[in-house]
């Protein structure tokens, strides 16, 4: 598709709970084993009067010369599953607090780890059908309002922050093509239920907004379907691995991401990796990766980058990506 991605900002909470936190609050756990595994060495928290549009403006104002910018945009995805509100979605109270033009097509969506490669794929099509020329993608996640501090499975894991990314028409074919999937049958290995119950089937006890995740279930969809989905993107793509100059998966723990590389035979050097210094943010993983790896100057002009986000849902979706330095 003839778009790129112009500019990138995130944001993390100042908050920080590491390996010491961890051990002070649940000194029954292996901590050392929990970090052998996850490869996490601490996370970021947000504070209770924190929230998602509040950690997406800051993502947003980070963003280099954004408000010379903001007239061009006609467009709002706001990636999230912790909203304030049941409604109005997020998008049209962004659109009003960072001033975007009334004219602006604005809208939510409620998808996580794979989040990020499907608001790319929207942005895409709205630009190539001339219906916009320039939007902005925001995910911004606040996961931690769902985890209990007892939780082994989760807290380890999820970080809070936001990220933000300003998408625009180019005349190059800088991203695509995409590799899209969803198995909704798998819809209660990481979910967050509105009421107390017991699933008497499976035994097991789902807290009202409480987090639930069966770790070795979701692991086994990641090593089924995103294999298959890099090597349906490389074919479609007339690609093979040793084409692509970096790889930046969602970043879900040392313990997927080393997986992956296995599995699919990728070189590590070529795995873009920071999960150890910020955690699994979810959908706001794949855009502060981006904009980590042109910090530290690996990721280069014209380097061919795959993206792969995967999660709940179960979704996926992985994407060749031309980047465009700006």
């Given amino acids: 598709m ?20 961890l051990k002070k609050e649940n000194p029954k756990w ?18 209770k009067n924190e929230s998602t549009t509040s950690m997406a403006l800051e993502a947003v104002n980070n963003i280099k010369n954004f408000s010379s910018k903001k007239n061009e945009i006609d467009f709002l995805l706001f990636v999230t599953q912790t909203p304030e509100y049941v409604l109005p979605t997020s998008a049209c109270i962004l659109q009003n607090k960072l001033g975007l033009q009334i004219s602006s097509m604005c809208f ?17 099509s709205l630009i190539n059908s001339s219906i916009c020329k320039k939007g902005l993608i925001i ?18 894991v999820f970080s809070d922050g936001a ?15 995409f590799d899209i999937g969803t198995d909704g049958s798998g819809y209660d290995k ?45 074919k479609k793509a007339e690609k093979n691995i040793e084409d692509i100059d970096l790889f930046i998966f969602h970043q879900a723990s040392k313990f997927v991401l080393d997986k992956l590389a296995k599995n699919l035979n990728i070189p590590k050097n070529r795995i873009f990796i920071n999960y150890n210094e910020i955690g699994n943010s979810v959908s706001a993983t794949i855009p502060i990766a981006l904009y980590e790896a042109k910090k530290r100057k690996i990721l280069k002009n014209n380097s ?8 709940v849902g179960y979704s996926w979706g992985s994407c060749l990506v031309r980047w465009n330095d700006v």
């Avoid at 003839?2 to 936190?21: C, R, S």
């Avoid at 006890?205 to 490389?234: C, E, Q, R, W, Y």
């Fill in 108 to 124: 939510d969506i409620n998808l996580g780890c794979s989040g990020f490669i499907y608001a790319l794929a929207i942005s895409g």
């Fill in 304 to 311: 061919l980058v795959i993206l792969s986000g995967f999660g």
């Fill in 139 to 156: 995910c911004s996640e606040k996961y931690s309002s769902y985890i209990d501090k007892d939780n082994r499975t989760c807290r380890p």
């Fill in 30 to 47: 292996d901590v050392e084993k929990i970090i052998e595994k996850t490869g996490i060495n601490k996370r970021f928290i947000s504070k």
């Fill in 163 to 177: 990220a933000a990314v300003i998408v625009g028409k180019d005349e190059r074919d800088n991203i695509g093509p």
């Fill in 2 to 21: 003839k778009f790129k991605i112009d500019n990138i900002g995130y944001y993390l909470p100042k908050k920080v709970e590491n390996i010491q936190t």
């Fill in 190 to 234: 990481l979910i967050v239920t509105k009421q107390n119950f017991f699933d008497s089937e499976n035994k097991i006890k789902f807290k009202k907004n409480k987090i639930h995740m069966n770790g070795a279930d979701v692991f086994t969809f990641t090593l089924s379907k995103v294999p298959l989905s890099i090597k349906n993107l490389l």
